[in-house]
């Protein structure tokens, strides 16, 4: 903000009038009536909010102890500006009806200098050259009229001189004073002719009769001679792209700009350019006229018809009314305009299924625009457009498929080959060309190809199991390469049409996944009946799905009637029915068909014998329950019954969970005891799947395990023999076994007879 600090009072006579933030010695006598000279406290200036009956005060009253000497402080005003009333009794501030003495408005001092071209007009030269061909203008847009009438209310520009000098005249302008009336005020032109060349800076300041003041903003220009130039941004340019030359010379004078170098295909001068007219019989020709700063930029482009090669190009001038002024000068600057080149690639592995979006990339720093068309069975010989492949025509852009090439020279399109009903599987060559030529006129074209390979779009599927137990989900899982989002599973079995308890033919419609797979679960199938159930998965390839059910009869192109009454048909008959209309010759979705059995759970457990008591072994079994299914294996001794109160119970126990696993032909399932603590007893094994509610069990026996002897080596010692003389007796009669032998064998007897009986 400015700061007025004048030597002088200025005095306040009227109510309404304006004073400046940062003014001092301001004589407000009028304004608080004449107070004595020796008053400490003459009153208060306030501002308000709204209306002043409502006397909501913004910020705290200024208070006003010399009338005749007063200073406006920015830190007192605090950013409050606009009417403040005059109060000389405190308490009247906030009284609604006490009175005030006046009002004065303040404002925030503002100056702008600005130094013009010529005498009229509005175009800055702020940082810009000028020749001493020209004049110019100093220009203050202020609000300090409130100040005019005083003698401080003239600002005075001075400049300083590139040598370092400050003056307050340039030239023979004489003293550059403002006087700050209105909002606006200008010196005299300034001519420059004669004043030396480098750069100026001038600020407007206030009178020598005021302190501390802040000037307003500096501006600078720069007196340069008036020889004409010209530059050019690039010093080769890749044919397709533009550059821009930047002419030098007298401020806002017109010149004579072109392309010097001979031939047809010349860079041309973009239209519609700001001081540019370009020559309506040669768009490589234009009068071009100078800004302010005596500078102005031409942009050319290039095309692929520009030929590759060096050009001139030439600035001359000044010129009035198309005519050289006798101190014409002129220059010239050369471009090499070059080839550029193309490429070309298909993302992915090379090989697509009809139906899949392709990306077509590359690079082209031969045009800004690259033009797309491809070969291949049975499409026109010059080629076809991508999208709708109709044949391309030379010089025909519309006809090709037109891609933007980016700043960086990159350019890419997706390429969404389903939406191209008549294209067949096979090879096709993609052209990326820098014109907009066909395949048989190249010559002398940028151009780069890339091949691809169709395929047609396919389903497979797969369901989890052959043969499903009732209470188990049926999983069916597939691939779907193509355009599908979705796939149709249509399931028939018996009262069954695709959905548990649904009166209606229910048709799936689970997604595909970006990888192409795509699952579908029917749960609930302790629901359904057992037997065998018909499944059809159908693709819709490019065209959408031909065939599909409103619930009950079958809809589509490939319907040879109207009343084929699905609900009406045995599973397999609508299964059929489904089928003959996909083979329709109007249909080109693809199927797949799978079935499988849903029959009662069954658990079975294999034969398990005799065990020995303290052995650890394993019980196995088969079951149609799916892979993965959980099983809970309990097994019980006998002997687990109520006890008396401090007998201790002989009952022993293993229990746990399996998982079912695959099997050849049947899944399997296993379970290992740890009988180490089992007492010999006759045990049960029972096996139970809770989700199916499917059990089984089977007894079997823990015996006494058999203890092992091991024979120890009786080492035998060599004797003499020595003959001995044979003598005859008589024989013993035998006797028959003993009692305590009897008792022993009725023992073992006793013992065999309670383990078969356990048996």
């Given at each position: 903000a400015l700061v007025i600090a004048p030597a002088a009072a200025r005095t306040i006579e009227d109510t309404g009038s304006t004073i400046y933030v940062g003014e001092e010695n301001l004589n407000l006598n009028a304004l608080f009536g004449y107070p004595a000279e020796d008053d400490d406290l003459v009153g208060y200036l306030a501002h308000f909010s709204g209306n002043i009956n409502d006397r909501n005060v913004v910020g705290t009253p200024i208070k006003v102890s010399n009338a005749r000497n007063f200073a406006l402080t920015e830190e007192a005003v605090g950013g409050s500006t606009g009417i403040w009333y005059a109060f000389t009794n405190l308490a009247n501030i906030t009284d609604h009806n006490g009175d005030w003495n006046g009002t004065v408005f303040v404002q925030e001092p503002a100056a702008n200098l600005r130094v013009l071209l010529g005498d009229s007009g509005t175009t800055s030269?702020?940082?810009?050259?000028?020749?001493?061909?020209?004049?110019?203008?100093?220009?203050?847009?202020?609000?300090?009229?409130?100040?005019?009438?005083?003698?401080?209310?003239?600002?005075?520009v001075r400049v300083t001189l590139p040598g370092g000098g400050t003056v307050s005249a340039l030239g023979d302008s004489g003293e550059l004073n403002l006087e700050l009336t209105g909002q606006r005020v200008n010196t005299t032109p300034i001519s420059l002719a004669g004043l030396g060349l480098g750069t100026y800076t001038a600020r407007a300041v206030w009178p020598s009769n005021s302190a501390d003041l802040t000037d307003s903003n500096a501006v600078t220009f720069e007196i340069v001679s008036g020889t004409v130039a010209i530059t050019s941004n690039k010093d080769t340019v890749v044919r397709g792209n533009s550059f821009t030359v930047t002419i030098t010379g007298e401020s806002e004078t017109d010149y004579w700009l072109n392309v010097t170098t001979a031939g047809d295909d010349l860079p041309t001068i973009k239209p519609n350019q700001i001081g540019v007219e370009v020559d309506e019989n040669d768009n490589s020709s234009a009068t071009v006229k100078t800004t302010a700063g005596g500078t102005r930029s031409v942009e050319f482009s290039t095309g692929t018809s520009t030929e590759a090669r060096t050009y001139t190009i030439e600035v001359e001038g000044p010129i009035e009314d198309g005519v050289k002024a006798d101190n014409s000068k002129t220059d010239s600057v050369k471009v090499r305009v070059e080839e550029g080149t193309v490429t070309v690639v298909a993302s992915g592995t090379g090989t697509y299924y009809v139906g899949e979006e392709i990306t077509l990339s590359g690079t082209c720093t031969d045009n800004e625009t690259v033009f797309l068309y491809m070969t291949g069975p049975n499409l026109g010989a010059g080629g076809v457009n991508l999208e709708d492949l109709d044949p391309v025509e030379n010089n025909l852009?519309?006809?090709?498929?037109?891609?933007?090439?980016?700043?960086?020279?990159?350019?890419?399109?997706?390429w969404t080959t389903g939406n191209l009903g008549a294209l067949e599987s096979g090879g096709y060559t993609i052209y990326a060309v820098a014109e907009p030529k066909d395949r048989n006129s190249l010559s002398g074209v940028k151009y780069a190809t890339t091949s691809v390979q169709l395929r047609p779009g396919f389903v497979t599927a797969t369901v989890s199991g052959a043969t499903v137990a009732a209470g188990d989900d049926v999983v069916i899982t597939g691939t779907a390469q193509g355009s599908a989002d979705d796939v149709r599973i249509w399931i028939f079995g018996k009262n069954f049409y695709g959905e548990v308890g649904s009166s209606t033919v229910v048709v799936n419609e689970p997604s595909v996944e970006d990888d192409g797979t795509f699952e579908h679960t029917i749960d609930n199938t302790d629901s359904l009946s057992s037997g065998q159930y018909f499944v059809i998965v159908q693709h819709p390839m490019t065209g959408g799905y031909g065939v599909g059910t409103d619930g009950t009869y079958l809809t589509g192109s490939g319907i040879p009637d109207d009343n084929v009454n699905l609900k009406n048909m045995p599973a397999s008959e609508a299964a059929n029915a489904v089928i003959n209309a996909l083979d329709s010759a109007y249909v080109d979705d693809r199927y797949t068909k799978l079935t499988f059995y849903i029959e009662d759970a069954w658990i079975f457990i294999d034969a398990i014998g005799d065990k020995a008591a303290g052995s650890t072994f394993t019980i196995t079994g088969t079951t149609n329950l799916a892979t993965g299914d959980q099983l809970m294996v309990e097994v019980t001794s006998a002997a687990f019954q109520p006890t008396a109160a401090g007998e201790t119970s002989a009952f022993s126990s293993d229990s746990g969970t399996v998982e079912v696993q695959e099997g050849d032909g049947v899944n399997t399932w296993s379970f290992e005891v740890d009988a180490s603590s089992f007492k010999p007893d006759q045990y049960m094994v029972t096996v139970e799947s809770i989700e199916t509610q499917t059990s089984t069990s089977a007894n079997f026996n823990v015996v006494e395990a058999v203890p092992t002897t091991q024979t120890t080596p009786v080492e035998t010692t060599p004797v003499e023999t020595t003959p001995v003389e044979t003598a005859t007796t008589e024989a013993t009669p035998t006797q028959s076994p003993g009692f305590g032998a009897l008792l022993a064998l009725a023992g073992l007897g006793a013992v065999a007879f309670l383990v078969l009986r356990r048996d």
């Open positions: 030269v702020d940082g810009q050259s000028v020749t001493r061909a020209n004049s110019i203008r100093f220009q203050i847009d202020h609000n300090l009229a409130g100040l005019n009438g005083s003698e401080y209310g003239t600002m005075q852009p519309g006809t090709f498929t037109e891609v933007d090439v980016e700043a960086d020279d990159t350019w890419s399109y997706d």
